[in-house]
């Protein structure tokens, strides 16, 4: 398909988050600036889904963000700027109810709502329903490199209608893909009775639509999602049978306290990109239980509760309406014309009475995969440009990585990129060379303001 439309200076691909912090760094830069309107940057961002939505399917009643207000999308970067928290709270006129709740944490459906209140500030830059297929070098010379601009060839996800759009600077905040385990990746692209968390608010009032039902449903994970979702299920489906399949013993809690936390803060990121990559894999095994399947202790507590009521309520040696099933490893998944039967190999024996694990197979009416995400939506996109990278980050240019800098540009072999007029930035894909925060909330706003900066500089 051919080039077509105006050069951007930048596109951002996806409008989550990390694209939410970027376009509320730009506005912020320009807001006060002496420089005229038609010399400011042309920006685009888009966006796969057709409006605004952030977890849609993760929209749990009652459920809570893990972070502080304060870590919103402009407070560390800019405390003046208008799109902090607080002054969202203004504008909806709560900010003396909120202050009433004595709460750093919101509920995660009113900063849904903070974000869709930052989503409208910028609906004129926001291609809905455009999903990014490819991005590859521009043709515009005669010679191929340095490269000056790219191609993004893109796809109306209702229409199938194509367009490409070009551009100098590129941002890919695309998000995460369902992490789903090898062994269960077959069957599960086939499932009907089966789930990822993120569409356990879509999805699942479909495959079960009558809440008074005896339904037997199984959540697979004992992270934080697959905690809230079992905890979810049994005020939504008080009649089921639910099932929380973990691998270990109990659900951990996280360690959230304000030494660990420290390794959010915004300037750690850098910190930990100068280590050296052994020290960097070391501090990542070393702090993963800050984010990595384990719960926050609140509701922890709150599942043992409801769990003791139960079994006070039911009488000795009755059986378990919600149960957490532990010590399990799900190997395969069959679905049929009533549910779903899941094959496991239960270690209980072994840890217990030093004995063999053994296969065990179960029935479900539905099951949920509570088994996180995989940040590599970039490297299908970046295909045509991989050649670029030649040998400099790995054995060959098949086995190349994306590497980037310490302000997430992609590093490029000399000459192959013109580093003055054009670059590719990656955002949430990253944890390797900055660390843990690199997926999640804490330091977006001061990354939003660095990747802007590195784009077009101070003002």
């Not at 977006?444 to 003002?459: C, M």
């Amino acid at each position: 398909m051919a080039e077509t439309g105006d050069l951007y200076d930048l596109v951002c691909v996806g409008f989550g988050p990390a694209s939410m912090a970027i376009a509320t760094a730009i506005y912020d830069m320009f807001e006060h600036s002496a420089v005229p309107f038609e010399r400011r940057p042309k920006v685009a961002f888009l966006e796969r889904q057709p409006t605004f939505g952030w977890h849609v399917g993760m929209q749990l009643p009652g459920a809570k963000m893990q972070i502080t207000f304060v870590k919103d999308f402009a407070t560390q970067r800019n405390p003046r700027s208008r799109f902090t928290f607080l002054n969202y709270l203004w504008s909806k006129d709560r900010l003396t109810q909120f202050t009433n709740l004595s709460t750093f944490r919101p509920a995660r459906l009113e900063y849904q709502d903070y974000m869709s209140w930052i989503a409208d500030s910028f609906k004129g830059l926001v291609h809905y329903g455009r999903e990014v297929t490819e991005i590859a070098a521009s043709q515009e010379s005669s010679e191929p490199r340095p490269v000056r601009s790219f191609c993004l060839s893109t796809r109306d996800v209702q229409t199938g209608q194509l367009r490409n759009y070009r551009s100098r600077h590129i941002v890919i905040s695309a998000g995460g893909r369902p992490n789903i385990p090898k062994s269960l990746m077959q069957q599960w692209a086939a499932q009907s009775y089966t789930i990822h968390s993120s569409q356990c608010m879509t999805a699942l009032p479909n495959l079960l639509p009558f809440p008074d039902r005896e339904y037997r449903i199984a959540v697979v994970g004992g992270g934080q999602s697959g905690a809230e979702i079992f905890n979810h299920l049994q005020t939504a489906y008080p009649n089921a049978q639910t099932s929380l399949i973990i691998k270990g013993s109990a659900l951990r809690p996280c360690d959230d306290s304000p030494f660990v936390n420290e390794i959010f803060d915004p300037w750690q990121p850098s910190i930990f990109y100068n280590r050296k990559a052994p020290i960097r894999e070391a501090s990542i095994l070393l702090d993963r239980a800050t984010n990595y399947g384990v719960v926050r202790l609140e509701l922890i507590n709150a599942i043992y509760e409801k769990l003791y009521t139960q079994a006070l309520a039911a009488g000795p040696g009755a059986q378990p309406q919600n149960r957490i099933l532990r010590y399990r490893t799900v190997t395969g998944l069959t679905d049929h014309d009533r549910g779903v039967t899941m094959r496991c190999t239960n270690a209980t024996a072994l840890y217990e009475q030093s004995d063999e694990p053994v296969e065990e197979v179960l029935e479900f009416d539905a099951v949920i995969l509570a088994t996180g995400y995989v940040r590599d939506l970039h490297e299908s996109m970046l295909k045509p440009l991989r050649h670029l990278l030649g040998s400099a980050h790995g054995d060959g240019v098949g086995k190349a990585e994306w590497m980037v800098d310490e302000r997430y540009r992609v590093l490029f072999p000399d000459g192959n990129v013109d580093g003055g007029e054009a670059g590719i930035w990656l955002q949430g894909c990253n944890e390797k060379t900055h660390g843990l925060s690199d997926s999640i909330l804490s330091t977006l706003a001061t990354r939003g303001g660095q990747v802007v900066e590195s784009i077009f500089g101070r003002l």
